[in-house]
């Protein structure tokens, strides 16, 4: 059974409630209506009971398994602008502004995760990755373990033509733009937990680079060098390597010639970008190039699961992302 099975299989063990504010996109309603079907999440579209009926009729879709809210109709809309309120008043926003905004389907569906309901939020197929990320921020709110919001992709190599079969996680590959060492420290412990919702196999970390244990000397690479100090500091039994370059972290034979003390041993399956260059650009590689599938961009360091689509996503894409914010609310 392959990562993704698996994926379904714990996500229809254990139905979460997923809320997805832009049911009338019809890549959307279609995977979101066929994840209930299948049994792997509770639906929740938020928005105009109008368009998504109406994208439900030109498609031929069954909304009688899902759960259809309208904003401005619901009954606890004063409770939720309260809410947000709250979270909002010291930067100026009254209660009056907070009524309005909360008609928003994406401010209203950040507040159903943060008020627990809802178990987990995707968006982006319609919306900008800057205004799902700012809602989760400023509704749902960071992890308190965390000091950084980042993203990964959950990449699948598991085609008859791939070397190298397997899952792991890229990271970050579609959030944070240039990390210090403080920051790519925190995307790498947050993509080991990731790593251990996710993959059935113990996080093996490398920490990737130009560079292999001082072969350069440049400051991006003494800022990965740092970093893996650092999440040692924090998780001393975890398997890491780093800084290293990307055959080390995954071909045995060369990282036994190139680091002697290896913990991972040529065998990563978390591979942690030294910036976003780096990161967006090598799992579309992956993707395109080499036909990984790319599950994701998943969010990690929040406190509630919510997680950003591209809006080039297709609805298997989407599927796939119901199925792992399931797990991930589990």
Not at 21 to 44: C, Q, S, T
Not at 124 to 136: F, I, L, P, Q, Y
Not at 255 to 279: E, H, M, Q, Y
Not at 311 to 327: E, K, L, P, Q, W
């Amino acid at each position: 059974m392959g990562i993704l099975e698996r994926l379904y299989q714990k996500a229809s063990e254990n139905v979460k409630r997923i809320v997805l504010p832009e049911g009338h996109d019809p890549r959307i309603l279609l995977a979101a209506v066929k994840a209930a079907e299948d049994g792997i999440a509770d639906i929740i579209f938020v928005g105009s009971r109008q368009q998504i009926n109406t994208c439900a009729i030109e498609y031929n879709s069954n909304l009688s398994g899902v759960t259809l809210i309208e904003p401005s109709a619901f009954a606890g809309l004063e409770d939720y602008a309260g809410v947000l309120y709250e979270k909002r008043k010291h930067k100026g926003v009254t209660l009056e502004q907070a009524m309005k905004l909360v008609c928003d389907p994406l401010v209203f569906a950040a507040i159903m995760t943060a008020r627990y309901d809802a178990d987990g939020m995707v968006a982006g197929a319609v919306s900008t990755t800057a205004d799902v990320v700012r809602n989760a921020i400023q509704i749902v709110g960071a992890d308190s373990e965390s000091n950084i919001v980042s993203s990964f992709f959950l990449m699948v190599f598991d085609k008859p033509f791939h070397h190298l079969k397997g899952d792991y996680i890229f990271s970050d590959c579609g959030l944070v733009i240039d990390p210090d060492a403080q920051q790519l420290a925190s995307i790498a412990i947050s993509s080991v937990q990731s790593a251990w919702t996710l993959l059935d196999d113990e996080p093996r970390v490398a920490m990737l680079s130009f560079s292999t244990q001082g072969s350069a000397s440049h400051s991006r690479v003494s800022r990965v060098s740092e970093a893996t100090g650092l999440v040692r500091e924090r998780m001393p039994e975890l398997l890491i390597d780093g800084e290293i370059q990307l055959d080390a972290a995954l071909i045995p034979e060369v990282c036994s010639k190139k680091v002697a003390d290896s913990k991972v041993r040529g065998c990563a399956n978390v591979l942690i970008f030294p910036n976003l260059d780096a990161g967006n650009i090598g799992y579309k590689i992956a993707e395109r190039f080499g036909q990984a599938i790319a599950v994701g961009p998943l969010l990690q360091g929040l406190k509630r699961p919510v997680n950003d689509l591209s809006r080039g996503c297709s609805v298997d894409d989407i599927y796939n992302v119901i199925a792992a914010t399931a797990v991930q609310s589990a």
